[in-house]
C-alpha cells in the first residue's frame, strides 16, 4: 500500500486559513488523494478527495500538486469545531487496495 | 437515513468471554471495514469485507472473526477476549467503484477487556 507522511500536530488560529499538508511520494497514478477527520470521541468522517485537479467543497479544499507526490488540505476559515485529527489516505481503484488505510493523521488545535 | 450502526456502543467483557459486535448499514454499500483505535493512535484495520459472502484479513486480524452473510450486515467476533483487545472498534462502509468512494463510519464501540 502507498504511505503517506504528515507533521504529526499543527495549530491555528480561529478564522484564519490552515493549510494541513500530506506527502505521498510512491502515490500511484491510479490512486485516489482522500482525506478524513476524526472529532474528539467521533468516528472519522470524510473531508474531501481527489485524484489530479484541485477540488473544492463546502467543508474545504483539496490542492495537489502537479507531480501528485504531495497535496494540501485546505480550510479557508478555521473554527473551534475544526480541531480534529486529519488523515490523509491513498486509495485505488478497486480490489485490495481499495481498503482505507489510516496513518496517524496530523492533530489540529484551533486557538480562539 | 441511519447510516453506519454500531451495536453495542459500549461493554465491558471478562478475559475468555466471547462476543460478537454488530455493523449495520442501509446505505445498499458492497464494501465494509471493522478497525480498531487504542488511545492516541490511528485507526488500524482488523478485516473488511467486498461483498455480501466474502471477507479478507486486514492489518490486525488475529484474535477476530468477521462474518458477511447479508449485504448490510457484516459482524465481528471475538472468540476468547483478551485485555489487549481493550479498543474502540469502529465499523464503516462504501460504496465500490470510484469517484463515489466514500466511506461512512459508525460512532463506535467502546470495548473493555478486563
Known amino acids: 500500500d502507498a504511505k503517506t507522511t504528515q507533521p504529526n500536530s499543527m495549530e491555528s488560529n480561529e478564522e484564519e486559513p490552515v493549510h494541513l499538508p500530506c506527502n505521498h511520494s510512491?502515490?500511484?497514478?491510479?490512486?485516489?488523494i482522500h482525506w478524513y477527520r476524526q472529532l474528539p470521541s467521533q468516528g472519522p468522517e470524510y473531508v474531501i478527495h481527489g485524484l489530479t485537479s484541485n477540488v473544492n467543497n463546502r467543508m474545504a479544499s483539496l490542492a495537489i500538486a502537479e507531480d501528485r507526490k504531495s497535496s494540501t488540505l485546505i480550510l479557508h476559515r478555521a473554527t473551534l469545531r475544526d480541531a480534529a485529527v486529519y488523515y490523509c489516505i491513498l486509495r485505488g481503484l478497486g480490489g485490495a487496495t481499495n481498503k482505507l488505510i489510516f496513518g496517524t493523521g496530523t492533530l489540529l488545535a484551533v486557538q480562539p | 437515513n441511519a447510516g453506519v450502526t454500531q451495536t453495542p456502543k459500549f461493554r465491558v467483557l471478562k478475559t475468555g468471554q466471547s462476543m460478537t459486535l454488530l455493523c449495520a448499514q442501509d446505505?445498499?454499500?458492497?464494501?465494509m471495514y471493522w478497525y480498531r483505535q487504542d488511545p492516541g493512535m490511528g485507526l488500524r484495520l482488523i478485516h473488511y469485507s467486498v461483498g455480501e459472502g466474502t471477507t479478507a484479513k486486514g492489518e490486525v486480524p488475529d484474535g477476530y472473526n468477521v462474518s458477511r452473510l447479508k449485504k448490510q450486515n457484516f459482524l465481528l467476533g471475538l472468540e476468547s477476549a483478551a485485555p489487549s483487545q481493550t479498543s474502540v472498534y469502529f465499523c464503516a462502509s462504501s460504496k465500490l467503484n470510484p469517484p463515489n468512494t466514500e466511506a461512512f463510519f459508525g460512532q463506535g464501540t467502546r470495548l473493555t477487556v478486563v
Open positions: 446505505m445498499n454499500h458492497e464494501y
Open positions: 510512491t502515490i500511484s497514478g491510479t490512486d485516489y
